[in-house]
């Protein structure tokens, strides 16, 4: 994969970076020991999941193989912007969106409440996790998180495509605005 250089894909990639170091995503995603980061960077994808194996989509099998994982994208209005502060100084801004997706375990997959309590435990420790992280080195300066989406779990008319799984959509907005 190309590596990212510029302000607007070192963003996104300095996200990818503070999820991997979030302790809840960590325990989401199974990660631990040494190699914990690499096991959680593994499962945080820009834009999309990998290419499907065979074919133009993804079968149930590699959807769940991928899952639990993170999707990131720069939002459709504002995902990026700079501001000139001075004669040569500026500024860089924008707004990034996060998509967590996990499988519904399926002990309690017929009790809808705990699975969506759960699930919106583990968002929130995520959320948690993503401000005390937001602004240190090495990580993205994380102004604002908001919930754009969800948790939402998916139809059960779509679990042989997709599975039973819980999607939440996060919208952060990092560096200096305005």
Not at 33 to 43: C, D, E, K, V, Y
Not at 100 to 108: M, P, Y
Not at 119 to 125: G, K, L, P, W, Y
Request: charged letters at 20%; glycine letters at 8%.
């Amino acid at each position: 994969m190309t590596a990212p250089l510029g302000s607007m894909s070192l963003a996104q990639e300095y996200l990818r970076i503070t999820l991997a170091d979030c302790t809840a995503f960590r325990t989401l995603v199974g990660a631990s020991g040494g190699t914990a980061q690499a096991q959680a960077l593994a499962r945080i994808h820009h834009d999309a999941l990998p290419p499907p194996r065979i074919g133009s989509e993804h079968s149930l099998a590699e959807l769940e193989l991928y899952r639990p994982c993170a999707l990131l994208w720069q939002h459709v209005s504002g995902g990026f912007g700079r501001k000139l502060v001075a004669t040569s100084s500026t500024m860089d801004h924008g707004v990034l969106m996060m998509r967590i997706a996990a499988d519904v375990d399926k002990e309690i997959s017929e009790n809808h409440q705990e699975v969506y309590i759960r699930f919106q435990n583990a968002i929130s420790q995520i959320i948690d996790d993503l401000v005390i992280l937001a602004g240190q080195a090495g990580y993205l300066a994380i102004t604002q998180i908001d919930v754009e989406a969800g948790p939402y779990r998916t139809h059960p008319d779509e679990y042989d495509t997709t599975g039973d799984c819980q999607f939440c959509d996060l919208r952060l907005t990092w560096g200096a605005e305005g």
